[in-house]
């Protein structure tokens, strides 16, 4: 509630600020709903969520605003009455653009790397894992509140830092839904106190070179999992360090990540407390563009726990392979895509099935299938009963 009441008086600040100035509105209504193809045929996700965007600019300022209503049709509250219509701010930032540098402040997403549909260098937002990996990431991502200072001044390179006062979780599955995997948490995770020491940092440079884009990132960042102690579950601190590069070539783009955390945590072989390691993640990747609206992706991400990995549960080493094909046919209208998702240690795998139909300006009609494969408790063989198919429509104004 006091980030909530800061920002709000920053954000009606703003609007004083820029009174008088055209306000660009804009937005989307969004109605999904998921239901499973094993009995009982139980639907998995029935939602509706309508999106207000507002802009307004003023010299080199700019004010941007959104919010969301999302209305679950799926379940009742917890006092059992219909409470489960949610109102939520989005994001609300204040741009400045000054000479050869600029500068974002407020409720935000913040997005490092390149990689598609996984993440490797992507490290500052928390995750929406309350429907496990079958929404799109755009859509996983939550935002932040942050501070966004880049500087732009030379023409080849970019200096950005950020600071994120407050520490903010990822968003896991409730007691009972059908995407929760492992043991019931019994207790609430200890989140870490609202102060400015326990804040996160993170600092980018990025060069746009003849022939390749090249970046290094830092941050000092906590885990958005929390980890299972001996006496309670808290949230741990970790370093990162990474690099990403991006080389086009013809109808050929080749991407590369690489990334170090001090510390992971994982479940042990033996005993309670989770076990952290330092682990090394890398994703090498291609993209085809052969003509004729066709794109092929293909990615192989691994990553290697370091010292201290022969007392974790899981493998030491693990490797997830993608592959992502579409198609844009009826004059580009309708794009058919299909995205696989294979774990090389378990044989599991996980497939996305989508279409988007463009049925009029502004007016998007979507379906597909969330496939799951593998052993039962292999990585994606775990939710086999909850291969679903799907179908939403969006429309943007």
């Known amino acids: 509630m006091r980030r909530l009441f800061f920002l709000t008086i920053v954000l009606l600040t703003s609007l004083n600020l820029c009174h008088g100035e055209p306000l660009d509105l804009a937005g989307y209504l969004e109605t999904r709903h998921a239901v499973q193809t094993r009995s009982p045929h139980d639907y998995l996700a029935s939602e509706t969520r309508l999106r207000l965007e507002a802009r307004v600019s003023r010299d080199e300022a700019s004010l941007f605003v959104s919010a969301n209503v999302a209305k679950?049709?799926?379940?009742?509250?917890?006092?059992?009455?219909?409470?489960?219509?949610?109102?939520?701010?989005?994001?609300?930032?204040?741009?400045?653009?000054?000479?050869?540098?600029d500068l974002r402040a407020g409720r935000q997403i913040i997005i490092w790397g390149s990689a598609d549909g996984v993440q490797v260098t992507d490290v500052l937002c928390p995750s929406d894992l309350t429907e496990f990996a079958t929404r799109d990431l755009d859509e996983i991502r939550l935002p932040i509140d942050a501070i966004d200072i880049r500087y732009t001044g030379t023409e080849n390179l970019t200096l950005e830092a950020v600071l994120i006062p407050f520490f903010e979780a990822a968003q896991l599955p409730g007691p009972q839904s059908p995407w929760r995997v492992g043991p019931q948490i019994?207790?609430?995770?200890?989140?870490?106190?609202?102060?400015?020491?326990?804040?996160?940092?993170?600092?980018?440079?990025?060069?746009?070179?003849?022939?390749?884009?090249?970046?290094?990132?830092?941050?000092?960042?906590?885990?958005?999992?929390?980890?299972?102690?001996?006496?309670?579950?808290?949230?741990?601190?970790?370093?990162?360090?990474?690099?990403?590069?991006?080389?086009?070539?013809?109808?050929?783009?080749?991407?590369?990540?690489?990334?170090?955390?001090?510390?992971?945590?994982?479940?042990?072989?033996?005993?309670?407390?989770?076990?952290?390691?330092?682990?090394?993640?890398?994703?090498?990747?291609?993209?085809?563009?052969?003509?004729?609206?066709?794109?092929?992706?293909?990615?192989?991400?691994?990553?290697?726990?370091?010292?201290?990995?022969?007392?974790?549960?899981?493998?030491?080493?693990?490797?997830?392979?993608?592959?992502?094909?579409?198609?844009?046919?009826?004059?580009?209208?309708?794009?058919?895509?299909?995205?696989?998702?294979?774990?090389?240690?378990?044989?599991?795998?996980?497939?996305?099935?989508?279409?988007?139909?463009?049925?009029?300006?502004?007016?998007?009609?979507?379906?597909?299938?969330?496939?799951?494969?593998?052993?039962?408790?292999?990585?994606?063989?775990?939710?086999?009963?909850?291969?679903?198919?799907?179908?939403?429509a969006k429309f943007h104004f």
């Open 72 to 101: 679950n049709h799926l379940r009742k509250g917890e006092s059992g009455e219909d409470d489960t219509l949610k109102t939520e701010l989005h994001e609300g930032y204040l741009d400045y653009a000054g000479d050869g540098w």
């Open 186 to 392: 019994s207790q609430t995770p200890k989140l870490p106190d609202r102060k400015l020491g326990n804040g996160e940092l993170g600092a980018r440079a990025s060069w746009f070179l003849p022939g390749m884009d090249l970046t290094f990132a830092w941050a000092r960042i906590w885990n958005d999992l929390p980890v299972n102690t001996e006496d309670a579950m808290v949230y741990k601190r970790t370093s990162f360090v990474g690099i990403t590069a991006s080389v086009p070539m013809g109808a050929l783009v080749l991407r590369g990540e690489a990334a170090w955390f001090s510390d992971i945590y994982k479940s042990p072989k033996t005993g309670r407390a989770d076990i952290g390691v330092a682990a090394i993640k890398t994703l090498l990747g291609c993209d085809w563009y052969p003509g004729n609206s066709w794109t092929l992706s293909l990615q192989l991400l691994e990553e290697t726990a370091l010292e201290g990995a022969s007392k974790i549960a899981e493998e030491e080493h693990q490797e997830l392979l993608t592959l992502r094909l579409s198609k844009k046919v009826l004059r580009e209208k309708l794009e058919i895509s299909n995205m696989a998702y294979l774990t090389t240690q378990d044989g599991s795998l996980f497939n996305r099935f989508s279409t988007d139909l463009e049925v009029a300006d502004g007016l998007h009609l979507f379906g597909g299938a969330d496939l799951f494969f593998g052993p039962s408790e292999s990585r994606y063989g775990r939710y086999r009963e909850n291969t679903q198919l799907w179908i939403k």
